[in-house]
């Protein structure tokens, strides 16, 4: 019984994906937003589940792939073409999201599991993309309500799709040590991001703002380590 108790939370996942689909079509966005976030969840659970009994099988990895494709790939894809990318080059862009997330999902099978399982992803993980993809199309839409211009909208999708695909390391958010100062402010980011899901005036995408300063840590951690190797060369 308990060796299947992962598999029922992959397909959970599963489930939220295809019903964030089903919402998206109806324009129902907000809702279709906190399904992803709940399949975040879900994702998160299985693997650690798995783990935790010893049941950590390959079928169970590629089912939890496919999975993640259909909630985090294809859904904030779809949310985010019908929103702002219906024109011209929209399908394509759109696609650009789904297709570096798959890719994410395939380097991810590929690489050595003990490098996945620290501290550090490499690469933005697709769930925190479609988090951060379907937040901002609820933020855009009823929080800041701008113009219907698609090149925010455009360069933003880039941007994820580039930081999937990228070798940018990011936290792991659920493991940290609380013995150091990064630990702490990883625990009260948590403990925010929490607090706000459970928030009422999050469904108008103010949970929008924490995912960004998420996507933010990679890029500063890139960039340091850029000018860190720079002085070094220098030194």
Known sequence: MYRILPSIFTVGNLFCGFLAISYILDG??????????????????????????GNDSKFGIEF?????????????????????????????????????????????NLLSHEDERGELFLGLPIP??????????????????????????????????GLMVSRVEYDSIPNFRATTLWGRLKQVYFVSAVALILHPSTSKGFFFPLVVLYLLTGIYRWVAGIFRDEVTQHA
């Open 28 to 53: 129902r966005y907000v809702p279709a937003t906190w399904l992803i976030v709940l399949g975040a969840a879900l994702d998160t659970m299985d693997g650690r589940i798995a783990r935790f009994i």
């Open 64 to 108: 939890d792939s496919l999975a993640d494709v259909c909630t985090f790939g294809i859904a904030p894809a779809l949310m985010v073409y019908r929103e702002s990318l219906n024109s011209g080059w929209g399908v394509a862009i759109a696609f650009a999201f789904l297709l570096c997330g798959a890719l994410r999902l395939a380097r991810y």
């Open 128 to 161: 925190a993309a479609a988090m951060a993809l379907s937040q901002y199309v609820v933020f855009t839409k009823d929080a800041w309500q701008p113009s219907h211009d698609g090149s925010v909208a455009v360069f933003f999708v880039l941007l994820l799709s």
